[in-house]
């Protein structure tokens, strides 16, 4: 998901039903946008922190008073959060609006920055076949030693 370069997310899940088991249908949590919502709000609160604008966190909603409801999740936090109407006694608080504006830091702004291998895209045809090659060692190299 992406957003005019202002925000970002890529989610990315494993089709090893072995290591990891993703359940999105859940009581609380029933529709899997919310999830890509949720950590693109992320990204907007990490750039908002990096220009240092005041706001809660995003998984402060029972703080709030905000809680995930069966049908909707936690719709009402993220539209409150999203427009700055969040009520507090001091006013209402949320994502600043310029937020939806402002670019996220580039790598160069971090002093120690580090790209995680495991979580590359491939960029061309020969990096998407050497994923390839290799998922299939991997695969060959979990079968033979189970």
Do not use: C
């Amino acid at each position: 998901m992406d957003y005019y370069g202002i925000g970002f997310s890529n989610i990315r899940l494993p089709n090893s039903t072995k290591s990891y088991i993703y359940k999105y249908n859940t009581k609380s949590n029933t529709f899997p946008e919310e999830v890509l919502l949720h950590e693109f709000l992320h990204s907007l609160e990490r750039t908002a922190e990096e220009y240092g604008f005041e706001r809660p966190e995003l998984h402060d909603y029972e703080k709030y008073g905000y809680k995930n409801e069966n049908l909707i999740g936690q719709k009402k936090w993220y539209t409150d959060y999203m427009n700055k109407n969040i009520s507090t006694s001091n006013g209402k608080i949320g994502l600043p609006k310029e937020i939806f504006i402002l670019k996220p830091a580039k790598n160069s702004n971090f002093k120690y920055s580090n790209t995680i291998k495991e979580f590359k895209q491939p960029e061309n045809i020969i990096e998407e076949i050497k994923e390839l090659f290799n998922n299939l060692i991997n695969r060959f190299t979990i079968k033979q030693t189970t």
